[in-house]
Structure formats: structure tokens, C-alpha cells
């Protein structure tokens, strides 16, 4: 630096010669497309093999069915917004403003509708495993409907913020038009700060809190008990906590640290800045591959799904009935309405 | 929400310049001036100056010669949008 740069200056910081920093996104414009469609490909049939397999037979779904249709179903809605997202990352938002009020709406209505029945499942196993109490018998199928009701309207109520507040504009500084949240100007950091946090809080600290003790408690009651699955139990319960944990985890430390920076909280420096928004994108990846995950770990994982699934592959022609009989999954499956509803929830996920 | 800008679906835009700025650069030197107005990515105005040879530099908003860029910046885009 020398002396014709600049006309005053009293040379005591050097707060003035930092370079503006750089508003190049390569790293999302390449990767984003890839994650997102890597997503979308194994997100979409697992799920839709979900409702496929649980929606013919809806007269005779047990609780857990019922909330792993309705987060397949979320989970579908999600991923059905992943294309729209790709392509934000690549050329901008190139639709309307309309269909950025939309999409981003569905995305954050599902997103939390899928976080919020995982949390359900984990209560409906808590209380029929440790209490002994089958919230949801079939006598009292209204209390079904109104759970996922309550479940559809708090996401739907969540989301109205960010269906307000939803639009496509043009940001100068990232040179491109995004489809976010926009605030007048005065008050956007405050504004963001709260949704940020609420977000936080009601999408992933409470029902992880939610979560842990249903599992914790749910194992202490396994490992009095004498039952003859318990170990297989406890590995899928593990893996079912421990995946939702790995997968939501680093994001949300993430944004922490995005919400730190921008309420100005840490200082601001380009390179850190730059990583944050890497990071941003690497661990949001993660959470999407939860929606792919979850229809492996609550409904494949299950005997009667598994056997539901058999059976809808024979009456499709895909496999025959006999091979059924010889594998003796027939017999299995009309045992099945025998069976107590404690063995259910241990069968139809744990 | 956690899916607000800067977040699952859309990267978060900022200001771009870090600390006040220089408070002046030589006239002769400027290449090019880029303003940036406030908006839901930076709350203020921001001037980046491209000097000759040096790359680009922040400039004091507040500086008299920053609000004389601002100035001309404003006569331009009026007369832009009238037409």
C-alpha cells in the first residue's frame, strides 16, 4: 500500500485496506445440483414404496403406520421442492414470485412435519413400551386423526411467517435474485435473529430433547424387561436417535454460528464468512439425506412391513404368491391381527 | 426458519465490507465505483472502489468523497428509471 491510495488516513489501523470480500458461490453453483439430486433420486421412491405399500390397506394401519404415512407423505412434499433449489444455486430464483411463496412454504411446512412426527412415533412407542398404554387403540381412531390434524396445523401455523415474508428479490450483493425471507431493511437482523431462533428451538432442540426421552426411557424399560427382540430393539433404537442426531446435528451448529455472525456477535472476517456458507451447504445435505433415511430406518427395518411390502409385490405380479407361502410370509402376516399392539410397535419399527 | 435465507434453501447474502473503510482514495486512481444500496443483505450503503492496478477497496460511506459517488451514482439511476 502506499501513499497515493489513499489521502487521509492516520495509519494507527488497518481496519481500511481489508478488501471487500469476495461474493463468489462456485462451491454451491457445482455441489448443490449433485446433493439435491442425489436426494431427490433416493429420497422419492423409498418414500413413495412407504405410501404405496401403508395406503392400500389404511382400514388397518396401527398408530405407527399411521404416523409413517403421514411422514412419508411429508417427506415426498420435501423432496418434490429439492429440483426448485438446485436450480436456485446454479442461475438464481427464475420463477415467480408466486411459486417462491409456494415452494418455499411447502418446504418449510414439511420440514417441520417431517421433524414433528419422528417425535411422534418416539411418543407413541414411549407410552405403549414404558407405560403400557396404547394411546391409540382402534376404538379411539378420532384421536389418530386429531393428532396428525394438530401435527398439519402447528407446521401450517409455523409456517405463515415465511409465507409472509417469503419473495423472490434481487440481491445486488450476491449478484443474483434469491427466493428468502425479506424484511424491511431497518429491522431485517432482528427479525432474522427471532425466526432463526424459533426455528432452532421448535425444529430441532425440543424434539431432539422430546426424542432422547422417549428412547432413553424406552431402553431403561428394555433392559428390565426380558424380551426375546431386545437386542435388535436397542440397536435400532440407537441407530434411529443416533442417525436423526448426526443428520440434523452439524447443521443447526452451523446456523448457530451463521446467527453469531450475523447478529454480530463474532466478528466478521471474509475467510470464516466463506466457510460458514460452505459449511451452510455441506451440512444442510445431511438433513435432506434424513428424509431419505427415514423410510430405511421406521418402516423397512419392520417384519410387517416388510411383509405388507411382500405382499403388495405379489398381488403387483412383481414376485409370486407361492415364493411367499415357501418363505412362510402368508402365515406371518394374517398372525398379524393377533398380535398385541406392544408387539406391534416392537415389530413395526424397533 | 431453519429454513430461513442462509439456510437450507438459500445462501445468506452480507455486507461486504468489513470495518469503516478508507476514508479517501487518490481520484486518479479509480477504475471503477460499485454502490450498493441497503437491503435485507447489509443495512447501509456500501461504496467499492476498483483502484488501478490494486484491486478493490471499501471507501468510508461517510466519507465526503463516498457521498459524492453516492450523489452522482443517484442523479444516474433517477434519470435511468424517467427514461
Request: charged share 15%; hydrophobic share 45%.
Amino acid at each position: 500500500m502506499n501513499d497515493s491510495d489513499y489521502m487521509e488516513y492516520n495509519g494507527s489501523n488497518t481496519c481500511c485496506f481489508t478488501p471487500p470480500c469476495s461474493r463468489t458461490h462456485s462451491f454451491d453453483q457445482v455441489l448443490m445440483p449433485i446433493f439435491h439430486s442425489l436426494v431427490f433420486m433416493l429420497g422419492l421412491p423409498g418414500n413413495c414404496l412407504v405410501m404405496a405399500v401403508l395406503l392400500p390397506c389404511r382400514g388397518s394401519l396401527t398408530s405407527t403406520d399411521i404416523f409413517l404415512l403421514n411422514l412419508a407423505v411429508a417427506d415426498v412434499l420435501l423432496v418434490l421442492t429439492l429440483p426448485f433449489w438446485a436450480v436456485q444455486a446454479v442461475h438464481g430464483w427464475v420463477f415467480s414470485q408466486g411459486t417462491c411463496k409456494l415452494v418455499g412454504s411447502i418446504f418449510n411446512i414439511n420440514f417441520y412435519a417431517s421433524i414433528f412426527f419422528l417425535v411422534c412415533i418416539g411418543g407413541d412407542r414411549y407410552f405403549s413400551i414404558v407405560h403400557a398404554v396404547h394411546v391409540y387403540r382402534h376404538s379411539r381412531a378420532h384421536l389418530m386423526l386429531l393428532t396428525c390434524a394438530v401435527v398439519w396445523v402447528a407446521c401450517f401455523l409455523l409456517t405463515l411467517p415465511d409465507f409472509y415474508y417469503l419473495s423472490a428479490w434481487e440481491d445486488d450483493r450476491l449478484n443474483r435474485t434469491v427466493c428468502s425471507k425479506e424484511f424491511s431493511i431497518q429491522h431485517a437482523r432482528k427479525w432474522r435473529g427471532w425466526l432463526d431462533g424459533c426455528s432452532q428451538v421448535l425444529g430441532f432442540l425440543l424434539p431432539l430433547v422430546a426424542m432422547l426421552f422417549c428412547y432413553t426411557s424406552i431402553i431403561i424399560t428394555l433392559r428390565r424387561s426380558q424380551g426375546f427382540h431386545k437386542h435388535r430393539a436397542m440397536r435400532l433404537i440407537l441407530s434411529v436417535v443416533g442417525v436423526f442426531f448426526l443428520c440434523w446435528t452439524p447443521y443447526h451448529l452451523v446456523q448457530l454460528l451463521e446467527t453469531l455472525i450475523d447478529q454480530e456477535v463474532l466478528t466478521r472476517d471474509c475467510a470464516r464468512e466463506e466457510g460458514v456458507d460452505t459449511a451452510l451447504s455441506v451440512t444442510s445435505f445431511f438433513g435432506y439425506l434424513h428424509c431419505c433415511l427415514n423410510p430405511l430406518l421406521y418402516a423397512f427395518v419392520g417384519v410387517k412391513f416388510r411383509g405388507k411390502l411382500l405382499e403388495l409385490l405379489a398381488r403387483t405380479g412383481c414376485i409370486s404368491r407361492d415364493l411367499l407361502r415357501r418363505k412362510g410370509c402368508l402365515p406371518a402376516l394374517r398372525r398379524d391381527s393377533t398380535w398385541s399392539e406392544t408387539t406391534d410397535a416392537s415389530n413395526s419399527g424397533l | 426458519m431453519a429454513v430461513v435465507q442462509g439456510s437450507m434453501t438459500s445462501r445468506r447474502g452480507r455486507c461486504l465490507c468489513i470495518g469503516p473503510g478508507m476514508p479517501a482514495v487518490h481520484p486518479k486512481r479509480v477504475a471503477k465505483v460499485e454502490i450498493y444500496g441497503p437491503s435485507n443483505s447489509c443495512d447501509h450503503i456500501e461504496v467499492i472502489v476498483t483502484l488501478k492496478g490494486k484491486g478493490q477497496k471499501c471507501l468510508n460511506n461517510k466519507s465526503p468523497q463516498a457521498w459524492q459517488m453516492i450523489q452522482k451514482f443517484m442523479k444516474k439511476s433517477n434519470k435511468a428509471q424517467r427514461k
